[in-house]
T-cell receptor
Framework: GESVGLHLPTLSVQEGDNSIINCAYS??????FIWYKQESGKGPQFIID?????DKRQGQRVTVLLNKTVKHLSLQIAATQPGDSAVYFC???????????FGKGTRLSVIA | GAGVSQSPSNKVTEKGKDVELRCDPI?????LYWYRQRLGQGLEFLIY????????KSGLPSDRFSAERTGESVSTLTIQRTQQEDSAVYLC??????????????FGPGTRLTVL
């Protein structure tokens, strides 16, 4: 399959460390946010989502933080593992049926 | 169960030719989306089908692009008179419906289109 992000920003972390991936959005009306993970040659895979009435949501090893004041979203991955190596995208929309707007993505590279 | 499948996985064509890309959604999913992903970029929305409603075509970049869906099953994305800038990975996703913020979208592996 095709590599989807040869020129993306890259975050390199040591295995076992925590990772933080950031995303800025511009639409102040956005009320739903989602993080996807995309491995090489595969389609994006849902990780975690959050609505605008929350500022933090936790999953298994992942936490999403939302700061609506500065329109900033982050994904925290605890105890990063080699299997976490992928491109991560944020996406958002401003109502139930409007299309998701995707960010450009960040490549996470885990150093064993 | 089976996920979203797309065919072909790779397509190489000459400039000016027409191409058809196929998507088989997860059975029972009423919503189907097409996206384009250029190298090093995020996903660009193209078109959204929801049940029997008129599709949301607001993301189609030109009239060379069109898509059809048969009921709540297979969808075909057609690109006529392909141009080199059409080269990208075309991704299909399906969900239970109700819009992107109500139900998770499940993505297929994509079709890599290369226009020479």
């Amino acid at each position: 399959g095709e590599s989807v992000g040869l020129h993306l920003p890259t975050l390199s972390v040591q295995e076992g460390d925590n990772s933080i991936i950031n995303c800025a959005y511009s639409n102040s009306a956005s009320d739903y946010f989602i993080w996807y993970k995309q491995e090489s040659g595969k389609g994006p895979q849902f990780i975690i989502d959050i609505r605008s009435n929350m500022d933090k949501r936790q999953g298994q090893r992942v936490t999403v933080l939302l700061n609506k004041t500065v329109k900033h979203l982050s994904l925290q991955i605890a105890a990063t593992q080699p299997g976490d190596s992928a491109v991560y995208f944020c996406a958002e929309n401003d109502s139930g049926n409007t299309p998701l707007v995707f960010g450009k993505g960040t490549r996470l590279s885990v150093i064993a | 169960g089976a996920g979203v499948s797309q065919s072909p996985s790779n397509k190489v064509t000459e400039k000016g030719k027409d191409v058809e890309l196929r998507c088989d959604p997860i059975s029972g999913h009423t919503a189907l989306y097409w996206y384009r992903q250029r190298l090093g970029q995020g996903l660009e929305f193209l078109i959204y089908f929801q049940g029997n409603s008129a599709p949301d075509k607001s993301g189609l970049p030109s009239d060379r692009f069109s898509a059809e869906r048969t009921g709540e099953s297979v969808s075909t994305l057609t690109i006529q008179r392909t141009q080199q800038e059409d080269s990208a990975v075309y991704l299909c996703a399906s969900s239970l419906g109700g819009g992107p913020s109500y139900n998770e979208q499940f993505f297929g592996p994509g079709t890599r289109l290369t226009v020479l």
